[in-house]
């Protein structure tokens, strides 16, 4: 066999090899459900990633099983029915993936060093961009996130609101740095209607390093 | 009552007091509409009242759980009419001759897309917050007399979706699908006197499908606050529960209630017109 069909060969097996799909799974917690307990209880934390995370990975793994299926047909129409399915559920398992790496046990966690100057020189005080954020959160319509995120283009923080699961990135461009669920799942139990009141006790769970690691390989 | 009213709306030769008297007549039928919660919606209010649950608390356990209906009603509904009428307090403020900022809320869901930018979103939310939940409380009750709609409804029902049965199928797995938070809808179009056909919807958040020229008969709210406390994330286990509290007599009464709504506008313009006409 010539050198260049054995190098053919390979190639079509290297391509062969990465239509096979990988299925996604849930990562685990780092840290126990009650961790979090008493800002996020116990319960919410099992139900939140058990259940919820668990059945947005599970639909994403449908939706792109049907999104395989419908590529080898060349099914046009139904690679764009599957869009919303793709964008709910795979946004949901990104948003979440980032949601549990944001928080921690340990409450005594603050912004240091670029983070916290650049959050002080953008939005005048540490205590200003918590109200923003708390407020623009608060304001949300039915179920969605708000996100501190990083402007590439135009190399500043930002406060945002995404709808649903509308993942940041995907929908506006922004780099994810630090996400608060305010789908009603992620509260109610504990705190029913007063949303207000699980955003301000939230900031006593944010992991400020894994915000910071976000923000410096932003 | 309502085949007389038909037939007086579709007569160009009445006098000026005939006509009177069939506007007298559509307004009393369409505010004759059972219970309170339906009488903050009968006309234009300085201040919207939040209307009694038309049962207790507890009135539609196993089913709908009391922790649910307390939040419901007095967190979330509550909340919905203070920040509507703080909405139409500011606007009427603000445009005191704008005569839409006057008119009922149903009118202004209605026509949503004329209410000034700075108001509009805020009706959106809590005007279809308002009237939503009313809608949702009223078309439910403790003892259903029917698991099924009978009468003319039933027919219409049947003529549309094949059978009760498809019917329920269709609405539960729009109920099931929907995502983020929203409503499913049992809907008439709102076409002329007779009305229009009967029509399943969704609508995100708290849009209203009064603004999509729909008049609604039945709604399931599955925003998660309407659920979560009792089924958790399991949606379907509130559906299935839920059709077992619905009114099939509230949802009828509720259509009658947009059909007198329709005839009485129909009426009030022709009186309009006659009354143009013998200035002139």
Redesign the interface.
């Known amino acids: 066999m010539s050198m260049l069909s054995m190098i053919r060969r390979s190639f079509c097996f290297v391509s062969k090899a990465t239509l096979v799909r990988k299925k996604y799974t849930l990562p685990q917690l780092p840290y126990s459900y009650d961790a979090l307990e008493p800002v996020i209880s116990k319960e919410i934390m099992e139900l939140h990633h058990s259940k919820h995370h668990a059945t947005y990975i599970n639909n994403l793994n449908v939706s792109l099983e049907s999104l395989k299926e419908c590529q080898e047909k060349g099914d046009i129409s139904g690679i764009a029915a599957l869009q919303k399915a793709i964008v709910f559920n795979g946004g949901g398992h990104i948003n979440h993936s980032i949601f549990w790496n944001n928080l921690s046990p340990d409450g005594n966690m603050k912004p240091k060093g670029v983070l916290l100057h650049d959050l002080q020189e953008q939005f005048g005080s540490l205590d200003n961009f918590r109200n923003e954020m708390t407020a623009k959160t608060t304001g949300i319509q039915g179920s969605g996130w708000g996100w501190l995120g990083y402007n590439r283009k135009r190399k500043h923080l930002e406060i945002v609101t995404c709808a649903n699961q509308d993942p940041l990135q995907a929908t506006t461009g922004l780099v994810p740095l630090l996400g608060i669920d305010v789908w009603e799942h992620a509260y109610y139990l504990q705190y029913k209607n007063a949303r207000i009141d699980y955003l301000k006790a939230i900031w006593d769970v944010i992991n400020w390093e894994d915000v910071s690691t976000r923000y410096s390989s932003a | 009552l309502y085949p007389l009213l038909q037939c007086l709306a579709m007569s160009s030769s009445l006098g000026l007091a005939e006509l009177s008297v069939c506007c007298i007549i559509a307004v009393l039928a369409h505010t004759s509409l059972a219970g309170k919660a339906y009488d903050q919606l009968a006309g234009a209010q300085k201040k919207y009242n939040l209307p009694d649950l038309p049962y207790a608390y507890d009135g539609l356990e196993p089913h709908v759980d009391t922790a649910t209906l307390r ?1 419901h009603h007095l ?2 509904h509550k ?1 919905y009419t203070n920040k509507m009428n703080a909405a139409l307090e500011e606007w009427r403020a603000q445009e005191p001759h704008n005569e839409l900022a006057f008119a009922p809320i149903v009118e202004i869901l209605e026509q949503v897309s004329r209410v000034p930018r700075q108001w509009r ?1 805020p009706l959106i ?1 809590n005007g279809g917050g308002y009237v939503n939940h009313i809608i949702y409380w009223s078309t439910m009750c403790p003892a259903p007399s029917s698991a099924t709609p009978t009468g003319s409804l039933l027919v219409d029902i049947e003529n549309t979706f094949g059978s009760f049965s498809v019917f329920r199928e269709r609405f539960t797995e729009e109920a099931g699908t929907l ?4 409503y499913v809808w049992l809907c008439e179009e709102a076409e002329g006197e007779g009305g229009g056909g009967l029509v399943i919807t969704t609508t ?3 849009d209203s499908p009064l603004s999509q020229g729909l008049h609604p008969l039945l709604v399931l709210d599955v ?3 309407a659920y ?2 009792k089924h ?2 399991l949606r379907p286990n509130y559906v299935s529960e839920w059709w077992k509290v619905v009114c099939w007599e509230e949802v009828d009464a509720l259509r009658k209630f947009w059909k007198s709504l329709t005839l009485s506008r129909i009426l009030n313009e022709k009186l309009f017109e006659i009354k143009k006409h013998t200035q002139t």
């Open positions: 939040v967190g979330h909340a979103q939310n995502f983020g938070s929203g995100p958040n708290q925003w998660e606050h979560y406390l958790k994330n």
